[in-house]
Nanobody
Framework: QVQLVESGGGSVQAGGSLRLSCAASGFTDSIYAMTWFRQAPGKEREGVAVIGRDGWTFYANSVKGRFTISQDIPKNTLYLQMNSLKPEDTAMYSC???????????????WGQGTQVTVSS
């Protein structure tokens, strides 16, 4: 019933941009916050950015100034605008419904399946 579907991933050269989208459906309760996570092979999953319902945002230091998280609440859609992409941004990016405004997976209620982002040098 609850579903999060990411889109917008792909391959891009370093310095390029991508915009990820996450469509949420099947929710009967209001969403407290949504978060983008990423995980590269052999590395720990890390939180990228979180946004609260009122628009408050917090970013990982590694993406601050390059990525922008936003949401269209009437459309139930979350976005991640990624600019000035670096090879180290290569990862599977997943959106998640979270219950805290922190970049920690232990607060995740629901996960999307993810969309792959590959940045070449």
């Amino acid at each position: 019933q609850v579903q999060l579907v990411e889109s917008g991933g792909g391959s891009v050269q370093a310095g390029g941009s991508l915009r990820l989208s996450c469509a949420a459906s099947g929710f009967t309760d209001s969403i407290y916050a949504m978060t983008w996570f990423r995980q590269a092979p052999g590395k720990e999953r890390e939180g990228v950015a979180v946004i609260g319902r009122d628009g408050w945002t917090f970013y990982a230091n590694s993406v601050k100034g390059r990525f922008t998280i936003s949401q269209d609440i009437p459309k139930n859609t979350l976005y991640l605008q990624m600019n000035s992409l670096k090879p180290e941004d290569t990862a599977m990016y997943s959106c998640a419904v979270t219950r805290a405004l922190v970049l920690e997976a232990r607060y995740v209620s629901y996960w999307g399946q993810g969309t792959q982002v590959t940045v070449s040098s």
